[in-house]
């Protein structure tokens, strides 16, 4: 089926590379006029289908304004995310702030922004991008991380009933081990403790009942869906996408 998406306008934050880039080029090429935004210029190039924009999340003023100037929007994907690998006991201040700073506070000011527009035309659809850690599972060494990743669970469903009324969704995707740029950064750091490259993406794909790593399509095909009117009777979830890891 195509053209899921058409007619819609669309915002989408870390669309550089893994999750977010593939949510642009999927809604992209289901008709979907999309902004996609990432801090890197460089990571930008190659969207095809998708207007795109340089957007560092953290600048509040920036954001704001870049939503605002996007409008009206039919779909915003809150994408960016930090993971940090870190205890209760090892977790710095600094990895403490860095996280809630990108993972939920840039979450709440990229709703913030386009919810007005929203509540105003009585429609759009908000996806936040979540983790199955944190919310569905615990997960070793992801202490901050998980905490931020629950918590974007926790916003999206407090926002969603304060305008459900209004005709606005909002949901989270909660993957498992996806198979990003991202993933491999930790696969390398985490190579010395685990015998080598190859036996720290084992440890990770072993989680996973199904018996790989996920895709970030296969992310993006979810999001597509929860932006998509093929959903407008889901609101408020959290939807875990994990290969059975949480089984
Ligand atoms: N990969 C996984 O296994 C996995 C699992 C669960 C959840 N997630 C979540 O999915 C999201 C995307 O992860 P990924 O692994 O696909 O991506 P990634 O980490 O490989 O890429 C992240 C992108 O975000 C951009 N970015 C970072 N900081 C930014 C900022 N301040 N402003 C704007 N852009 C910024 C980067 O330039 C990069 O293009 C994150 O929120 C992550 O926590 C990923």
């Known amino acids: 089926m195509a053209g899921r998406l058409a ?4 915002f989408i934050t870390a669309a550089g590379q893994g999750i977010g880039r593939a949510i642009a080029l ?3 090429r289901e008709g979907a006029r999309v902004l996609a935004t990432d801090r890197h210029a460089d990571k930008l190039a190659g969207l095809e289908g998708c207007e795109t924009a340089v957007l560092d999340v953290l600048d509040d003023d920036a954001f704001t304004g870049a939503v605002q100037g996007a409008g009206p929007l039919d779909a915003m994907v809150n994408c960016a995310g930090v ?37 105003e035309r009585r429609r759009g659809a908000v996806v936040n991008i979540a983790s199955a850690a944190g919310w569905a599972k615990a997960a070793p060494n992801r202490f901050v991380y ?16 304060d305008v459900v009324a209004q005709g606005v969704r909002l949901n989270c995707i909660c993957p498992g081990t996806i198979d990003t740029p991202s993933l491999g950064e ?40 929860l932006a998509s009117d093929e959903s407008a009777f889901v609101t408020g979830q959290a939807m875990v996408i994990d290969g059975g890891w949480t089984l």
């Open 7 to 10: 007619g819609k306008r669309a």
């Open 26 to 28: 999927a809604f992209a």
């Open 83 to 119: 993971v940090h690998q870190n205890t209760a006991l090892t977790c710095t201040d600094a990895e403490w702030e860095a996280a809630f700073a990108l993972n939920c506070r840039a979450t709440w000011k990229g709703m913030a922004a386009a919810l007005p527009g929203m509540v």
């Open 146 to 161: 998980g905490a931020t990743k629950a918590a974007i669970v926790g916003m999206t469903k407090m926002a969603a009933v």
């Open 186 to 225: 930790r696969i390398a750091a985490n190579a010395a403790a685990a015998g080598g490259v190859e036996a720290a993406r084992a440890a990770f794909v072993a989680r996973q009942a199904v018996g790989r790593l996920g895709s970030a399509e296969e992310i993006a095909a979810l999001a597509v869906y």
